[in-house]
């Protein structure tokens, strides 16, 4: 009964709500991994975005007007990892704020000894626990230089669906029926070989990951559906993680033949 009505509740607001066809299609092509999706899921990451867009408010930050096509832009990306994840794994934060270029983090931590650090930091994107999503458009649109590189949007969206459970610690809440065991390690064997390859000087993935256990999840999650081949092959007991936990198989939908680029750039 409650699914029912959960469900009736969901099409009512897709009625109102829905990102209208003209938008949408033209936020599918400017969106090539959405492309390789079924017509079916297309559907899906459509009801997704749109709930995204109905759920968070989308702001302009250092002075930038944020224009529809921007929003769907963002919730797009943002739909990939979600589609087929519970709704309750955007629970606690409100909403993504663009700026228009790099912008500058400042945190304000005190040490075990009482004395407050204050750190500022150039980012692309940033995630705060329970705070917004924040995002530098030149970066975060879909045709920037990197994109077949990396997704910083997918990788942000990563810290929320890791944090849905309190804190972002590479940790998310795993799907029913899923072994925390082979989670932890999966992840922790490849930790281990990303750290060894790092120093031998030729990391197979982007060595940022080594940041902390969240930013690992976070730059795992990026490849993932950008360039699947790339960890599968590397990181194969991860990549199996990674296709149950989003129920999804990003490699199998890409076309023979088809030789994305391979990553060099920097995540946050
Ligand atoms: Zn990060």
Not at 95 to 105: C, D, K, L, N
């Amino acid at each position: 009964m409650l699914q029912r009505l959960r469900a009736w509740h969901r099409q009512r607001l897709l009625r109102r709500h829905g990102i209208a066809p003209g938008p949408w299609s033209a936020a599918l092509r400017a969106f090539p991994l959405a492309g390789e999706l079924s017509s079916g899921e297309q559907r899906q990451l459509w009801e997704v975005a749109s709930l995204f867009l109905h759920r968070k408010a989308v702001e302009g930050g250092g002075g930038l007007e944020v224009t529809p096509e921007m929003a769907i832009s963002v919730a797009i990306q943002a739909a990939l990892p979600l589609l087929h994840l519970d709704p309750h794994y955007l629970d606690g934060w409100h909403a993504v704020i663009i700026h228009p270029g790099t912008f500058v983090a400042r945190h304000e931590e005190v040490d075990e000894a009482g004395v407050e650090h204050i750190t500022e930091r150039e980012l692309a994107g940033e995630a705060w626990d329970r705070g917004p999503l924040v995002l530098a458009w030149e970066d975060a649109r879909p045709d920037h230089p990197g994109a077949d590189e990396g997704n910083v949007v997918i990788h942000e969206i990563a810290h929320k669906i890791d944090a849905s459970n309190g804190v972002a610690n590479g940790f998310p809440p795993l799907r029913r029926g899923m072994d925390p065991q082979a989670w932890t390690a999966a992840f922790e064997a490849a930790w281990a070989h990303l750290e060894a390859a790092d120093e031998a000087g030729h990391p197979d993935l982007d060595p940022y990951a080594l940041t902390d256990p969240a930013e690992f999840f976070a730059v795992a999650c990026e490849y993932f559906f950008v360039l699947p081949d790339q960890l599968e092959t590397a990181y194969p007991a991860l990549y199996d993680q990674l296709r149950e936990f989003f129920a999804q198989d990003p490699l199998s939908r890409r076309v023979l033949g088809h030789h994305p680029g391979h990553r060099g750039d920097q995540r946050r």
